[in-house]
């Protein structure tokens, strides 16, 4: 199974800033990496695919990059709906896995 | 506007079997390029994959649950569900049922959106 770490496991910014999630693979995975949102209480949102497609919909403030092993996500301008935890999943083999996470508090 | 929503009982038994079924509304299980997925999360924790099945009755399964997991769908009623056999504690989670997109044209996306809102089942005599 490819393993994903993401870290750090829990960061605190404020509003306005930038902000950045990594998620690295335990094996290549080219650009199959997806990235989710969720807030407590509340189910995961896809935010970005194939590592750097915008999903419909989601605000152009969230970009994510990277290929191989390495991945990033970054909130450009961090908004007080962005508090949640984030979590990053491969998509390049069976069993499809996800990250730890990465919860975004406040300062 | 697709909607997902999870269904079934909140408390199993140690060693029975867990049952959900996900009914989904705004859209069609069946003629669609779409899987359809279960995935689950224990409480403080993260999200671990179950399986996945498309209309025509194609499963695959995380090789890590595969022995007790099954997935089927029925179209008629717009309706997929799981039953997770032998459960123990650790099977106590949020399960999540959600579309599964597995590519987008020739490219493998393999990505859940939408998904349903979730529902808590504990194991625990």
């Known amino acids: 199974d490819i393993q994903m770490t993401q870290s750090p496991s829990s960061l605190s910014a404020s509003v306005g800033d930038r902000v950045t999630i990594a998620c690295r693979a335990s094996q290549s995975i080219t650009s199959y990496l997806n990235w989710y949102q969720q807030k407590p209480g509340k189910a995961p949102k896809l935010l970005i695919y194939?590592?750097?497609s915008l999903q419909r919909g989601v605000p152009s403030t969230f970009s994510g990059s990277g290929s191989g092993t390495d991945f990033t996500l970054t909130i450009t301008s961090l908004q007080p709906e962005d508090f949640a935890t984030y979590y990053c999943?491969?998509?390049?083999?069976?069993?499809?896995?996800f990250g730890g996470g990465t919860k975004v508090e406040i300062k | 506007q697709l909607q997902l929503q999870e269904s079934g009982p909140g408390l199993v038994k140690p060693s029975e079997t867990l049952s959900l079924t996900c009914s989904v509304s705004?859209?069609?299980?069946?003629?669609?390029?779409?899987?359809w997925g279960w995935i689950r999360q224990p409480p403080g924790k993260g999200l671990e994959w179950i399986g996945s099945i498309y209309d025509s009755g194609s499963t695959y399964y995380n090789p890590f649950l595969k022995s007790r997991v099954t997935i089927s769908v029925d179209t008629s009623k717009n309706q997929f569900s799981l039953n997770l056999s032998s459960v123990t504690a650790a099977d106590t989670a949020v399960y999540y049922c959600a579309r599964h997109l597995l590519a987008a044209g020739t490219q493998v996306v393999n990505w859940f959106d939408p998904w349903g809102q979730g529902t808590l089942v504990t194991v625990s005599s």
């Open positions: 999943q491969q998509s390049y083999s069976t069993p499809l896995t």
């Open positions: 194939s590592a750097s």
């Open positions: 705004g859209g069609s299980i069946s003629r669609s390029t779409y899987y």
